[in-house]
């Protein structure tokens, strides 16, 4: 039912700032919860914010607040994430993750996702 496709990862200096996109598909994407996710070699996957479709607002994990936004774009079926102030330990492959915008609270679990994109890989080098 729903498609995801990232781009827009890079190599960029420690402080840069670079902004990634999910394009989706379908006409029901307005009405999911739409999340970015990265996994780093060696590591979990880890959440990194959500834009809730039932509640408006935003989720960002403690590591990112104040440094990355995540909005969409109903309209063109895309969701962006603006990522500013750029560490080296933001370096990872980072995903788009779609789910039905019912859920109620934090949606931070891999697994209360059904849709992911294939990733795109982003180096922040120091």
């Known amino acids: 039912q729903v498609q995801l496709v990232e781009s827009g990862g890079g190599l960029v200096q420690a402080g840069g700032s670079l902004r990634l996109s999910c394009s989706a598909s379908?006409?029901?994407?307005?009405?999911?919860?739409m999340s970015w996710f990265r996994q780093a070699p060696g590591k979990e996957r880890e959440f990194v914010g959500r834009?809730?479709?039932?509640?408006?607002?935003?989720d960002y994990a403690d590591s990112v607040k104040g440094r990355f936004t995540i909005s969409r774009d109903n309209a063109k079926n895309t969701v962006f994430l603006q990522m500013n102030s750029l560490k080296p330990e933001d370096t990872a492959v980072y995903y788009c993750?779609?789910?039905?915008?019912?859920?109620?609270?934090?949606?931070?679990?891999?697994?209360?996702?059904?849709?992911w994109g294939q990733g795109t890989q982003v180096t922040i080098s120091s």
């Open positions: 993750a779609a789910g039905s915008g019912l859920w109620i609270g934090n949606r931070r679990r891999a697994g209360e996702y059904a849709y």
């Open positions: 379908g006409r029901t994407f307005s009405t999911y919860d």
């Open positions: 834009i809730s479709w039932s509640t408006g607002s935003h």
